[in-house]
């Protein structure tokens, strides 16, 4: 038997190499190894525990604490004692309604082993392909139908004939590993999961499009994921899969890894590649485009992590295969990072076409405490909410774009009745204006005077006439940034003002946030029934506030109370109410 | 800078000699060399700048543009703990607001500062990918999940308590 720990960055965030370490310890004599993410990061630190080839066993939520028992049981071949750790048949259907192709390794294989991954079948697609014309690789992605998956949906097969018809020597090869979406996690999950099939899809895009030298742009703050990168691209140049004269034939293509330094604008492929080139991540103007000149002044060609991880699949398979999942529009599958009120959350991927409830309800299980769904973000702060009654909505780059969210990289932040609209509107436009470079006045300046609304109007200042100004403004944003990043900054308010106008009028005419959530808008009381008159608010609270004598229901004045919320959190018989 | 009598800091450019060597004719590595000054000095020094820009032939405006526009980047050394507080969507859904009024007014400092004694610096992060964790921070590479305010004042004296120790 063998004991696989998951050591994605979340698992490893939950415990998961404390485990590791405490099984190694006990279990002298017990094969042990890692792997990347399952997916399931609700159930982190996962422990799998094979037979032969087989899983016999997954436990969940494993802590170091457990280490003993695991051992114990393999060493033992008794598995039942594992009963209580092992995972339930309800928390096993998360992967039965997904179709993994881009994530088809990861959680299964050893990241850091390329034998695992060529035992997977892994480099099979590059032997192909090298038989292969490039022209006829092209065709098979076209035939796929595959698109970026960083957002914008292009046709992959289109942005790599682009570059391949392109005059100019050298061309590039760059990989978009900067995921600066907040609360989108797909990409580092590749990476650290399943490298080799990120070098194996951007190898035979290479091909494709004639390219010698291939970048992998990785944000900063993914350390490990940069680690497990490095070492896959050695193990592939031992190997013979990267470099001089790959396998025999000739065709010589080497990769490097390029670690961002934290700016969500170069995502943007014009930024990302003056970033590269070691400057500010502005955008440029295009045209021209990167395949006419691109990384230094070459012809460049930039696809997303999630693009690159379908293609080795797509040639082992057919684009015909690909193609026939999904809807007229967009095929295959799509990554989510399913995260917020939700009760399972984590990573899926599915086929297109599935609704958004589906993923919701039967993979992620439903809401957090079983309240009630309000929306779901798509697309973090580029994109757009979809409101529960829209939930039907299939996943399909069309069909998104109608309701006034898009596709985007595979965020999907669930919101319950909590969550205050008006204020999550503000939340994304505070973090495009922030991250927003400052090369064009109207994202500049833009998404500096949306998010002062914003704020006026969370705070009970908000005037008549403030919706159709933000209305106004993001029309004016939209289509006068110069960017990805200001065209699109605008989505999360406009998308909030169509579905939740009323919250917005609440704030505004009322001076009322609807769910309690707008601090400045909200009333602390402390309820007399419940109050014990211990006398802990009293003396914490910073402004004084709050008097009473010692046994009696203590009282706030309005007048001084700063709205802190620390009398919420101390009070132990929550006699404090908010409204 | 060398002629400098104010009461600067004067850093040890020696440390950086073979970073410099390693990627002064090599263009485009300018994030590079300031990553791995950043990692020599814990932070970018105004005299290490000046220093960068002359022997990458550019100008000191140059470098100090190239730092000031990516956050990785600090001007200021930071403290011995230094406080990642995620604010990425799923964090904030989960309430990483009130995390961070907690954690400033336990240490009497905002995003961006650190506290007096030099042991903490806060620094609100956009993401840091533990999204089923949330709301989460990292202090020096540890990562706290699933925080409450309380639990996070508690983790902050937990680590006064052992400095005091020491």
Redesign the interface.
């Known amino acids: 038997m063998r004991i696989v720990v998951g050591e994605g960055?979340?698992g490893?965030?939950?415990g998961a190499h404390k485990v590791y370490e405490a099984i190694e310890k006990l279990g002298s004599g017990i094969e042990l190894g890692i792997t990347g993410c399952i997916g399931m990061?609700?159930l982190?630190p996962i422990v799998d525990i094979y037979d032969k080839d087989l899983l016999a066993c997954r436990l969940v939520r494993v802590k170091e604490s457990d280490a003993q028992t695991i051992v114990q049981a393999v060493k033992s071949g008794d598995l039942t004692q594992l009963s209580g750790l092992a995972i339930t048949e309800d928390d096993k259907s998360f992967l039965d309604k997904q179709t993994r192709i881009a994530l088809r390794n990861c959680g299964i294989i050893d990241p850091t082993d390329i034998d695992q991954y060529i035992n997977a079948g892994g480099y099979k697609a590059l032997e192909k392909v090298l038989s292969m014309t490039p022209q006829a690789v092209i065709d098979e992605i076209k035939v796929s139908g595959l698109a970026g998956r960083g957002g914008a949906g292009f046709p992959t097969w289109f942005k790599w004939n682009a570059a391949r018809e392109s005059n100019g020597e050298p061309k590039y090869l760059i990989c978009n590993a900067d995921e600066?979406?907040?609360?989108?996690?797909m990409d580092?999950a590749v990476i650290e999961s399943d490298p080799h099939n990120l070098i194996e899809g951007m190898l035979i895009g290479a091909y494709a499009i004639g390219a010698a030298e291939m970048v992998v742009y990785v944000r900063?703050?993914?350390p490990l994921a940069i680690v497990r990168l490095e070492k896959a691209i050695e193990q592939a140049r031992e190997k013979g899969y990267l470099g001089k004269n790959i396998l025999g034939t000739g065709f010589c293509c080497d990769m490097r890894i390029?670690?961002?330094?934290?700016?969500?604008v170069c995502g943007e492929e014009t930024a990302l590649i003056e970033?590269?080139?070691?400057?500010?991540?502005m955008p440029r103007l295009k045209p021209p485009f990167p395949a006419q000149c691109g990384y230094?002044d070459q012809p460049s060609n930039i696809n997303n992590v999630e693009t690159f991880a379908n293609v080795a699949w797509i040639i082992q398979n057919g684009g015909e295969k690909f193609a026939a999942m999904g809807t007229k529009d967009s095929k295959g599958t799509k990554v989510f990072?399913l995260?917020?009120?939700i009760k399972r959350?984590?990573l899926v991927e599915v086929p297109m076409g599935m609704t958004i409830r589906d993923i919701i309800y039967d993979i992620g299980g439903g809401i957090r405490g079983d309240r009630k769904c309000k929306a779901v973000?798509l697309g973090?702060p580029s994109g757009g909410c979809v409101p529960y009654d829209k939930f039907d909505t299939v996943i399909d780059y069309k069909a998104l774009a109608a309701t006034g969210a898009i596709m985007g990289s595979g965020?999907m932040?669930?919101?319950d009745d909590t969550?205050c609209m008006v204020g999550?509107a503000k939340?994304?436009l505070d973090?495009t204006a922030k991250e927003s470079?400052g090369k064009c006045v109207h994202c500049r300046i833009g998404t500096k005077r949306l998010l002062e609304i914003l704020d006026r109007i969370t705070k009970g200042e908000g005037k008549d006439g403030d919706i159709e100004l933000l209305e106004e403004l993001c029309d004016g944003v939209k289509s006068g940034a110069l960017c990805g990043l200001g065209q699109t900054a605008p989505n999360p308010v406009l998308s909030t003002i169509r579905y939740f106008r009323d919250e917005y009028e609440a704030h505004i005419k009322e001076k009322r946030c609807p769910v309690g959530e707008c601090r400045d808008l909200l009333t602390y009381t402390i309820e007399k029934e419940k109050c014990r008159g211990c006398t802990l608010c009293a003396k914490k609270c910073?402004a004084k506030a709050i008097s009473g004598e010692v046994k009696k229901p203590h009282e706030i004045d309005k007048e001084v109370c700063i709205k802190?919320?620390?009398c919420v959190?101390l009070c132990r018989f929550g006699a404090i109410s908010v409204r | 800078m060398k002629d400098c009598k104010c009461s600067h800091k004067i850093s040890d450019l020696s440390l950086i000699k073979n970073v410099l060597d390693q990627y002064k004719d090599k263009?485009?590595?300018?994030?590079?060399v300031?990553?791995k000054a950043q990692e020599i000095y814990g932070y970018l020094p105004t005299d290490v700048i000046y220093h960068i820009a002359d022997v990458m032939k550019t100008t000191p405006a140059e470098v100090m543009?190239?730092a000031t526009?990516?956050?990785?980047?600090r001007l200021k050394p930071v403290g011995k703990y230094l406080i990642m507080l995620c604010?990425?969507?799923?964090c904030?859904?989960?309430g990483s607001e009130?995390i961070e009024?907690?954690i400033c007014?336990r240490l009497g400092i905002c995003d961006g500062d650190t506290t007096q004694d030099g042991m903490f610096s806060l620094k609100n992060?956009?993401?840091?990918?533990?999204?089923?964790?949330?709301p989460?921070m990292m202090i020096n590479g540890e990562?706290y999940?699933s925080l409450?305010?309380?639990k996070a004042i508690e983790i902050i004296d937990g680590l006064y308590a052992k400095e005091a120790d020491k």
């Open positions: 960055s979340c490893i965030a939950a990061c609700f982190e600066g979406d907040p609360g989108a996690f580092r900063a703050e993914y390029k670690a961002g330094a934290g700016a969500f970033s590269l080139e070691g400057k500010r991540g230094n990072a995260t917020g009120k959350g984590g973000q973090g965020g932040v669930v919101m969550t999550m939340f994304f973090f470079c910073p802190c919320g620390q959190t | 263009p485009g590595s300018l994030i590079t300031l990553q543009g190239v526009f990516y956050t990785q980047f604010q990425g969507t799923a904030h859904v989960n009130r009024s907690a007014q992060v956009a993401c840091l990918g533990c999204c089923s964790l949330s989460v990562t999940g409450t305010p309380q």
